[in-house]
């Protein structure tokens, strides 16, 4: 056998040659960024999951800042008792929900006052003390709210 077959048949058995070498360089530059990727983004990430982990013992030891009743109290706003124009029992029966309720509340939304009535299957349902009207949340009256509750 000459040089010139013992060559071919190394390149042949070995993916050699010239354009393999080529293809051997761009792969080792390639994995070389692969690994580079790999370590640098597994440093963020770790730092991620310890900040996640540290965070999840401040939150099982630390309370979570809480007003008490008295102080939620003086943040309402009042209730205009001389707008309602109905008891909580006659608009409970015009807003049409069935009796027996979980609960039954009175509040002020956008100072109007409203009635929330909760069912025993925890259906909510708001209505105006008012005009017995169900109580819809809309774009218009969350803005009025927020800029009431800010002012």
């Known amino acids: ?3 010139y077959t013992d060559t071919a048949r190394n390149n042949h058995r070995t993916g050699g040659g010239l354009l393999s070498s080529q293809n051997n360089q761009s792969a080792k530059r390639f994995k070389e ?3 580079l990727i790999h370590r640098y983004l597994a440093f963020v990430l770790c730092l991620m999951f310890l900040m996640w982990f540290l965070s999840g013992f401040v939150l099982m ?4 800042p ?3 009743m008295n102080e939620s109290l003086t943040l309402r706003s ?3 008792s001389s707008e309602i124009r109905l008891p909580p029992h006659m608009a409970q029966v015009q807003s ?3 009796p027996p309720l979980l ?3 009175s509040g002020m939304v956008s100072d ?3 009635y929330w009535f909760q069912d025993l299957q925890g259906q909510l349902q708001t209505v105006y003390a008012d005009t017995v009207e169900r109580l819809v949340m809309d774009t218009m009256l969350a803005r009025r709210i927020v800029n009431d509750d800010q002012n």
Request: charged residues 30%.
């Open 1 to 3: 056998m000459n040089e």
């Open 33 to 35: 960024w692969i690994r």
């Open 61 to 64: 030891y630390k309370d979570f």
């Open 66 to 68: 809480s007003l008490n």
């Open 78 to 80: 009042p209730i205009s």
């Open 96 to 98: 049409g929900m069935e």
């Open 103 to 105: 609960s039954a509340r």
């Open 112 to 114: 109007r006052p409203v």
